[in-house]
Nanobody, 119 residues
């Protein structure tokens, strides 16, 4: 099992920045990728960014150049640095872990953290 706890959400004005954190615990060795997604009411959850165990990163076009995903292995934590925020970035942001153990793949989700961008 993997447990994920997100933090860092909040209210920010357009153009501002926030950094989200996602702390992992449990069977961390089984994780091969960490990702962020976001969801607004009434819409599907959209993928935002990925970082693999090889530190390969990938971003949705809507956030490329503004968001940066990174990780601190010593703290078992993944970050999402969000700059130049726009009102359309307002959403609940979810961290999730892709794991593989004994040939079984699982996805573990955090509880979500609200990000609101408004003037």
């Amino acid at each position: 099992q993997v447990q994920l706890v997100e933090s860092g959400g909040g209210f920010v004005q357009p153009g501002g920045s926030l950094r989200l954190s996602c702390a992992a615990s449990g069977t961390i060795a089984s994780i091969y990728a960490m990702e962020w997604s976001r969801q607004t009411p009434g819409k599907q959850r959209d993928w935002v960014a990925t970082i693999t165990n090889s530190d390969v990163t990938n971003y949705a076009d809507s956030v490329k150049g503004r968001f940066t995903i990174s990780r601190d292995n010593a703290k078992n934590t993944v970050y999402l640095q969000m700059n130049a925020l726009k009102p359309e970035d307002t959403a609940v942001y979810y961290c999730y872990a892709q794991s593989s153990r004994d040939g079984v793949r699982k996805t573990y989700w955090g509880q979500g953290t609200q990000v609101t961008v408004s003037s």
